[in-house]
């Protein structure tokens, strides 16, 4: 998505990236966090937030929502790299095959991942942070509550013997095309259940708002896994909505930056 979402140019792409995290910042060792996956004018900024204080481990399993039909409904990248105009960021495929291996749910497989942007933007802000990091994609459509909880344990066992070289980032944005003050409000309840690390009643006020976070499911198995990884809860670091770039507060995504630990 380089040239649409962000800029296909890599020292224009350095300069942005550099700009929405920042320098001097303590960082911290966070087990993961939820940022956006927005065009950079509008979510950069946000997703720079959690970046610029986290301290990015050598893996970084990245959790999105598949925003289009096609490949496997839980797909996990398995191997090679990706690439963003800031160079090739590789697949920690050991990590992959044992998230492969510890859940029936996943399937190795590409195609859910071509054209889907949600984890693709993630991807040059771990590259900036620490060049030297793999990533882990894995895609997910929608979930049973059931298979929310399997799959955030599953992570959770695969992932806590690798502590503190690995942590998990959701990839969503939250409310969509609504007005600023209608979005911050079913935001808030939505982020209050997910910094108590409350899978089941994010899950309910999705239901209940009718809150149209993309990324819904992914927070939730992540969610699981936090706790399972002994996660005390969630801190928003920043919420904001398109509409401090377009100027238009009637019809807004929100978006937020979370950390959990």
């Given at each position: 998505?380089a040239?649409?979402?962000y800029?296909?140019a890599?020292a224009?792409?350095?300069?942005?990236?550099?700009?929405?995290?920042?320098?001097g910042?303590?960082?911290?060792?966070?087990l993961g966090?939820?940022?956006?996956?927005?065009?950079?004018?509008?979510?950069g900024?946000?997703a720079?937030?959690?970046?610029?204080?986290?301290?990015?481990?050598?893996?970084?399993?990245?959790?999105?929502?598949?925003?289009?039909?096609?490949?496997?409904d839980?797909?996990?990248?398995?191997?090679?790299?990706?690439?963003?105009?800031?160079?090739?960021?590789?697949?920690?495929?050991?990590?992959?095959?044992?998230l492969?291996?510890?859940?029936?749910?996943?399937?190795?497989?590409?195609?859910?991942?071509?054209?889907?942007h949600s984890?693709?933007?993630?991807?040059?802000?771990?590259q900036y942070?620490n060049?030297?990091?793999?990533?882990?994609?894995?895609?997910?459509g929608?979930?049973?509550?059931?298979?929310v909880?399997?799959?955030?344990?599953?992570?959770?066992?695969?992932?806590?013997p690798?502590?503190?070289?690995?942590?998990?980032i959701?990839?969503?944005d939250?409310?969509?095309?609504?007005?600023?003050?209608?979005?911050?409000?079913?935001?808030?309840?939505?982020?209050?259940?997910a910094?108590a690390?409350?899978?089941?009643?994010l899950?309910?006020?999705?239901?209940?708002l009718?809150?149209?976070?993309?990324?819904?499911?992914?927070?939730?198995?992540?969610?699981?896994?936090?706790?399972a990884?002994?996660?005390a809860?969630?801190?928003?670091?920043?919420?904001?909505?398109?509409?401090?770039?377009s100027?238009?507060?009637?019809?807004?995504?929100?978006?937020?930056?979370?950390?959990?630990?």
């Amino acid at each position: 998505m380089a040239g649409q979402f962000y800029p296909a140019a890599a020292a224009a792409l350095r300069r942005d990236v550099g700009a929405y995290v920042g320098a001097g910042q303590r960082r911290e060792p966070y087990l993961g966090g939820i940022c956006p996956h927005a065009g950079y004018m509008y979510s950069g900024a946000t997703a720079g937030v959690l970046f610029g204080r986290m301290e990015v481990p050598a893996t970084v399993v990245l959790l999105g929502p598949k925003h289009q039909w096609g490949g496997a409904d839980y797909a996990v990248w398995p191997a090679g790299a990706w690439r963003t105009p800031l160079g090739d960021c590789p697949v920690d495929e050991k990590t992959a095959a044992a998230l492969l291996a510890a859940s029936p749910l996943l399937a190795a497989d590409e195609e859910a991942h071509r054209g889907e942007h949600s984890l693709e933007v993630i991807v040059p802000f771990v590259q900036y942070v620490n060049p030297a990091a793999a990533i882990v994609p894995i895609a997910l459509g929608p979930m049973t509550l059931a298979d929310v909880h399997a799959l955030g344990a599953a992570i959770a066992a695969t992932l806590k013997p690798r502590l503190p070289g690995v942590a998990v980032i959701v990839s969503s944005d939250m409310t969509h095309y609504e007005s600023a003050a209608a979005a911050e409000k079913k935001d808030r309840a939505a982020l209050e259940r997910a910094c108590a690390l409350d899978e089941e009643g994010l899950l309910a006020a999705a239901r209940d708002l009718d809150l149209s976070m993309c990324g819904i499911w992914p927070a939730a198995a992540a969610l699981v896994a936090f706790k399972a990884l002994g996660a005390a809860g969630g801190t928003v670091l920043k919420y904001t909505n398109s509409g401090e770039t377009s100027g238009d507060y009637g019809h807004v995504v929100g978006y937020a930056a979370v950390a959990f630990a």
